[in-house]
């Protein structure tokens, strides 16, 4: 296995392309090295990207903020404007396993290990993250929830990587959260993951929502039809059964180890309603 | 209400006994400095893997070692045909038997590979990388044949046999037909049908539990080395490293005296580390490398192929008069062994009704063979799971009948003189004590909210003594030097320091104390049993009273005083009375630097086998809270009770009782082996096999109640196996009080719980009892 | 194949090693630099055995490569102690009993000091939480959460 750190984006995407075995990216590497490990993967080829600055860094622009994929949940949790801005996205990128975890844990990692139980991915569809993707061919942009397509599969191609994240600046009106079901307190991986964005305007009426959830399809979603039937409610009783009949409507788990398959439908109702509950709460202070 | 000692048996005025002092092991194990199994090396050493086999059960027809041992770096290669045949011959581990002919087939399996995980080759090569390339080069032809994991199917007749010709012991006449049912046991008092006409209300509930593991953190680990002649030294993280080195010594072929076995500080035991995995094939790859050999096992072996204890699946069956008397028990287990037999059914049977004053009781257990790793102890071994169903039966009987839970446990409570099923008669014991501590918790009455449900249950251990040695040599300074032989797995060293400075009456900073080698102490048994505080502690106390007795001899004769006419007070010999003459008193230092002089070194030891172990009776209160929408259970307060006889060092009986109890939780609420339809282990990591979490928990209550053991000297009883006994029981309780269901099944994960709480939802049940937001 | 030439600092000790490229972080500081007070539970970041600091961020060693660490600062349980004198929280965990085998102890206190550095007054929720990746099987918990509390008390005090 060769280890490789570039400095630039040019350089890794060089790396990426001229790989002829497996490679693979290494950001924090808290589920690359337990592949490694246990020998799931046997790459010719790792490139760290934590020496390529601009994936190292949160930057506030006028449209947004832009999030180095390689930033550790720890450091997205310190970041205090972020936080102010997405409380949910903070919150479950800092639900992804121990603080041990949070020290190396990248939203990049995150997003492209490809989990469908993966707990930033819903709280950024919701918010409406997009990706900045660097390759042989330059720079792309996708939607988060068009990143991942099946279980360990991505719709990056040969020498892609993500470089970063995008997400708008809050306006007023706007809140977000982010909940999972986990049978502990701490160190399970999501059985159900949801994430609310919503806005709302001075009377309390619902003008956007989106919606998106882990751990009940093969790769997470982006469930339009929940957030729909929040739109124009105040999030009255009516609108949230709406809401949970869309959410539920929209899984298609499976029965493991971790869940069955009704746990995962009726569980990802009651904890998109809650979390429905705390993003409205957000929204209104 | 944190940590109360009930101090019900009158006390000496002890000076140390009952004090917290910090534990001399304490400082290497916060510095890092103590050396666990795998902090072990020697110059040169290789690195030891297994092959281990991807099936649950199959024939091994070949294996082919050529290609690894053609490998650059590999020393050498053991397979089953470096392993002698051992004929069938049962002996005591722990609280279990084992049989060495099943011992030397898990080590190394022969016909057939029994288990997914089972192991069928091992290798030793100069890096662990060339190793694991080795263990690629290893051909086996298996056989596969169709596997079995329930305990129900591999009783059915037509299940996949695991043993051919195996006849199920215990049953007259003995069966014609091979089954995977190794053994039938039954213990009976009275007669269960005039009980049963007495009752006036009967319930009889099926329950069942699954595997669960002992869950150290440290994996087993070791380090051999064997010379050219034959010469053995072996450091292992064991509970009992004289075991190790009979069990080694009988599966290699070698005499006892061979083999020095160092036990290294252990990282977790529960009984788990009672038995032989990696030690005997370090010790063959050792001796035909002429290379030491480390071996470590990987997470996910020590969930795959070391023991947890049994999955179970029972029948109980209890009535009781409307006055709350209870005249009937009936009970019917079949536990799971593994692939071997030896199951704890039998200790399962004897706990089972443990608790109560009963006339007419039956239990019948079955050891049953399957296609998963062979179970090992597992603190209190057997004891937990009859014990979780027949809590749940007796909170379901005091329900039906109207009584408070603990009224209606007091009213049958075992006590002094109560005859137990399996036999005996209890001397005293702390039941009642326990049950009217718990009646007076604050939590007890403690109001409950919506949701929220309160569980109570008892729970029992018999607890063992065993052939135990110690020694105890005084230093020339006056200082001590205590040689132990039962590993320290959670503050052993403290309490046998304690109780040789009570003795003494010098400071327990002047004793040095080691957990000595094999070769450097004669026999120990092994930690398990609750019985090293118990035994060694007892002969600690013949060893610090050998001293004593020498002391006085010495000074006696310097004072040319008749031997009779000292007496040794508060660390000092002393003329006993006025007609012995006005000799200042001689403390045990002066004793020492005048030992040469009078006579020699001064030593005391002490080889016993412990009798008058005694058995600990504890009852757990548990407060938790249902979410009615995701079926989840958290835990909001606990408390355990439990008799310690006397407890040496309060802070480690605590914390017996704390760990013991978290256990339970984790067991009541999420741990379980979880398989698929391939019989292959899917959650062999501590991510999917969920032990609770300190975020899990809240403070765990204890009382610690002391109905001394008048069979030792300080009235020591065992105490860390009964805190896992009662939990699941009072969590079951807890749950049905909450939500109004009886769960018949562990563990109580979210999915169980909801999936239940919706059908009776559904249904109109009109037991449910929860709150829906 | 070839080795890598890693330097960086363990206890703020100046460190150079050659490294293969799969070594762990914890492979390097048990196996190449002997401090096994680092112990392996688990090797997939699941129990916490194996915590130190890098960089003083609290991680678990069995994730991070050894070839990694170039440029960086590492703290493990044998840095707690200055001289012979213990740190407060090893002091704390002596004086409540917070610990039974010890085999998770220094993974405990290595987090414990990484909570107490960022967070000097926490509640019992917050030490529960921040040390929910330390896998203890022995204690319940119980006394080691007293200890933390304790040795942060005491630490404010000081």
């Known amino acids: 296995m060769r280890y490789e750190a570039p400095e630039t984006l040019d350089a890794a995407v060089a790396l990426l392309t001229a790989a002829t075995g497996d490679a693979r990216v290494l950001a924090g590497g808290t589920d690359l090295l337990v592949q490694l490990k246990t020998d799931m993967i046997e790459p010719g080829l790792v490139v760290d990207l934590k020496r390529i600055a601009e994936m190292r860094v949160i930057k506030k622009a006028a449209d947004g903020f832009v999030i180095g994929a390689a930033v550790s949940g720890a450091e997205l949790k310190e970041h205090a404007e972020l936080k102010k801005h997405w409380p949910g996205i903070v919150e479950a990128a800092n639900l992804i396993g121990s603080t041990q975890i949070q020290g190396r844990a990248t939203l990049g990692g995150n997003l492209c290990n490809a989990s469908p139980a993966a707990d930033s991915v819903p709280a950024l569809i919701a918010a409406g993250a997009t990706v900045s993707i660097h390759g042989p061919k330059g720079r792309r942009e996708l939607a988060v929830e068009d990143v991942v397509l099946a279980p360990r599969k991505t719709a990056l191609t040969k020498g892609e990587f993500v470089v970063s994240f995008h997400v708008p600046l809050r306006n007023k009106g706007m809140g977000d959260a982010y909940l999972r079901f986990i049978p502990r307190t701490e160190m399970d991986i999501a059985v159900v993951g949801v994430g609310v964005a919503l806005t709302a305007d001075a009377s309390g009426v619902i003008t956007a929502a989106r919606i998106g959830l882990g751990a009940v399809a093969a790769r997470p979603l982006y469930v339009k039809a929940a957030g729909d039937a929040l739109v124009g409610s105040k999030l009255d009783a009516a609108a949230l059964d709406k809401m949970v009949a869309a959410v539920r409507a929209a899984c298609k788990p499976i029965d493991d180890k971790r869940g069955t398959i009704d746990f995962r439908i009726k569980v990802a109702g009651v904890i998109a309603h809650r979390t429905a509950i705390i993003a409205y709460e957000r929204a209104r202070t | ?724 006994v009662p939990p699941m029981g009072a969590i079951a309780n807890a749950i049905a009080d909450a939500t109004g269901l009886r769960f018949s099944s562990l563990p109580m994960s979210p999915p169980r719980v909801l999936a239940a709480i919706d059908a009776a939802k559904a249904a109109g049940d009109k037991s449910l009892k929860l709150t829906f937001a | 194949m070839a080795k890598h030439h890693v330097s960086f600092t363990v206890n703020g000790d100046p460190t150079e090693i050659l490294c293969e490229t799969n070594a762990t972080l914890l492979d390097i500081l048990r196996d190449e630099l002997e401090l096994t007070g680092t112990k392996e539970g688990c090797s997939t970041g699941d129990c916490g055995a194996c915590s130190v600091t890098v960089d003083d961020r609290l991680v678990c060693s069995c994730l991070m490569l050894g070839v990694e660490l170039n440029g960086k600062s590492v703290g493990t349980i044998e840095g707690l102690a200055k001289g012979d004198k213990l740190h407060p929280l090893q002091q704390k965990f002596l004086e409540h009993h917070a610990l039974q085998c010890g085999i998770c102890t220094p993974g405990f206190l290595v987090a414990s000091k990484a909570l107490l550095e960022k967070n000097p007054n926490p509640t019992e929720t917050e030490v529960r939480y921040w040390l929910a990746g330390n896998l203890c099987r022995c204690t319940g918990y119980d006394k080691i959460v007293r200890a933390v509390m304790d040795a942060a008390a005491e630490m404010r005090g000081a």
Request: hydrophobic share 40%; aromatic share 6%.
């Open chain 2, 1 to 724: 209400m944190q940590e109360t000692v009930k101090k019900l048996t009158p006390e000496p005025d002890y000076k140390i006994i009952g004090t917290r002092p910090i534990r001399p092991d304490g400082v290497d194990k916060v510095t890092g400095r103590a050396r666990f199994g795998a902090d072990y090396n020697l110059p040169g050493q290789l690195t030891g893997l297994i092959l281990r086999s991807p099936h649950p059960h199959a024939i091994i027809k070949s294996i082919d070692t050529s290609a690894a041992l053609a490998l650059p770096g590999v020393k050498a290669v053991v397979t089953r045909d470096d392993f002698k045949d051992q004929e069938s011959e049962f002996v005591p581990a722990g609280e279990m038997l084992i049989n060495y002919r099943d011992v030397v087939r898990n080590v190394m399996a022969r016909e057939r590979a029994l288990y997914e995980g089972h192991a069928v080759a091992a290798v030793a090569a100069i890096s662990p990388a060339i190793a694991k390339a080795a263990l690629k080069l290893i051909k086996i032809d298996y056989e596969i044949l169709p596997h079995v994991l329930d305990v129900d199917e591999a009783m059915a007749p037509g299940a996949p046999i695991l043993h051919p010709g195996m006849i199920t012991a215990g049953v007259e006449p003995a069966p014609k037909t091979e089954s995977n049912i190794a053994k039938r046991v039954e213990f009976i008092l009275g007669d269960i049908t005039k009980g049963f006409a007495a009752a006036d209300v009967i319930v009889e509930r099926e329950f069942e539990t699954k595997p669960v593991h002992q869950g150290y953190i440290e994996p087993h680990a070791c380090l051999a080395t064997v010379s050219e002649d034959g010469q053995a030294d072996l450091w292992v993280s064991t509970q009992g490293h004289w075991i190790v080195r009979a069990h080694c010594a009988r599966l290699l072929g070698m005499d006892v005296s061979k083999i020095r076995v160092t036990a290294t500080e252990i990282g977790g035991g529960f009984g788990g580390k009672t038995v032989v995995y990696l030690e005997p094939v370090a010790l063959a790859l050792a001796a035909k490398s002429g290379k030491p050999v480390k071996m470590v096992m990987s997470r996910e072996d020590v969930f795959r192929a070391s023991g947890p204890t049994s999955g179970a699946k029972m029948r109980i069956k209890v009535g009781a008069k409307k006055d709350g008397t209870i005249t009937a028990a009936e009970g019917e287990l079949k536990y799971l062994a593994g692939a071997f037999q030896g199951s704890p059914v039998g200790p399962g049977c004897m706990c089972a009704f443990a608790p109560y004053d009963l006339e007419h009781v039956k239990v019948v257990g079955y050891d049953v063979v399957s296609n998963r790793p062979k179970v090992a102890a597992y603190r209190a071994p057997g004891g937990p799971i009859s014990g979780y169903a027949v809590e749940s039966v007796i909170d379901e009987l005091a329900r039906k009948l109207k009584l408070d839970p603990i009224e209606f446990r007091l009213k049958n409570a075992a006590k002094e003189g109560t005859k137990a099923a399996y036999g005996p008669k209890f001397g005293p014991v702390g039941l009642v004590e326990s049950l009217q501590a718990a009646k007076g918790l604050e939590q007890w009455k403690a109001p409950l909210k919506a949701n929220q449900g309160r569980g109570v249950a008892a729970g029992f251990w018999f607890n063992i003594g065993g052939e135990t040695t110690v020694s105890l040599a005084l230093n020339e300074d006056g200082t001590l030097v205590l040689m132990a032989g039962t590993p320290d797995i959670g503050g052993l060293r403290a309490s046998l320091c304690m109780m040789a400075a009570e003795e003494l009456g010098v400071d327990m900073n002047s004793i040095r104390v080691t957990i000595a080698d094999t070769q450097s102490l004669g026999y120990n048994f092994l930690t398990g049993g609750s019985r090293s505080t118990f035994s060694s502690g007892m002969a600690v106390v013949e060893a610090s009273r050998s001293i004593v007795k020498q002391a006085c001899e010495r000074a006696s004769k310097l004072w040319e005083l008749p031997a009779d006419a000292v007496e040794y007070i508060d660390g000092a010999v002393r003329p006993a009375g006025a007609n012995a003459g006005k000799h200042p008193p001689m403390t045990l230092k002066q004793v020492a630097a005048m030992a040469g002089k009078t006579g020699g070194p001064i030593v005391g030891s002490s080889s016993i086998n412990a009798s008058g172990a005694a058995p600990s009776f504890g009852v757990h209160v548990c407060d938790l809270e249902v979410d009615p929408e995701t079926g989840k259970a958290t835990i909001l307060r606990y408390t355990v009770i439990q008799d310690a006889g006397r407890a040496i060092h309060p802070a480690f009986v605590e914390g017996q009782y704390q760990g013991g109890a978290v256990q339970g939780i984790g067991w009541a609420l999420n741990e379980e082996y979880i398989y698929g339809a391939d019989g292959k282990m899917q959650n062999a990591g501590f991510l999917d096999y969920r032990i609770p979490v300190a975020s899990d928990l809240p403070m765990i209550d204890t009382v610690i109640v002391e109905v001394a053991n008048p069979r030792h000297p300080y009235g020591v009883r065992g105490v860390g196996e009964t805190p896992i």
